[in-house]
């Protein structure tokens, strides 16, 4: 199988071109490629498809096989290959996800795309939609019990489920291995969750760390940053135009009252092309 190795401020995956070709075991293969000791190393498998209803569809695998609607880093290395790679000469696109169509905008430079825009949609804050089990919309300052202990959580959905959580202290000095696991697998969401761990430190500044469904701690989250962006403003802590430094750098977050979406722009890198055999069935 080939593939590019490619990531997004840290937000490492692999990609393969499935616009020729299918893999008859996408889940068994996201997990076997994701190991950093056995595999090629990676936050999970990200595939490029054709589709009826945008220029091209993204396919996503966390690390750990399960599917996920959308990710935000990803999605802009989706933009930089298809443009890079020749599949597209536009510096427009769509792109289909689980979560919908998405619009990218491409920064090339040197005939190499170097930044992307994603309109990531409006924010959704009800409940079941998110989905998370409480009795007020929006969730905000919702008071959950994990570890022993109440947190506050505003949840919001960026085509995937997210808790963000503020915290007063550095988030490099939290203990996001102890408590992520147990945010995830809470029974107060239903399809399990990504937590954001936030620091607000000015009205146009925060910083991040996020507990990943599926994949644990990743040095960076783009629909997280959107989703943290979105709870901080709801909570009267930040404006609507906000840099989010995050482990593997920042995102710049705008959520646009003009038509309610929010708008992220970062970096896409491509790491290495290579070729891997994989286990018999996954080809």
Known sequence: MKFTKMQGIGNDYVYVDCTEQELKDPAGTARYVSDRHFGIGSDGLILICRSDRADFRMDMYNADGSRGEMCGNGIRCVGKYVRDYGLTGKDEITVETLAGIKYLKLYVEDKKVSKVQVNMGEPILAPELIPVKAEKEPVVQEPIEVCGR?????????????????????????????AGPFFERHERFPKRVNTEFIRVLSKDRMEMRVWERGAAETWACGTGACAAVVAANLNGLCGRDVTVELLGGDLEIEWREADNCVYMTGAAVTVFDGEIVLPEGME
């Open 150 to 178: 109440e947190w506050k959580m505003t949840c919001v959905s960026m085509g995937n489920p997210h808790a963000v959580v503020f915290l007063d202290t550095p988030v490099k000095e939290f203990a996001l291995e102890e």
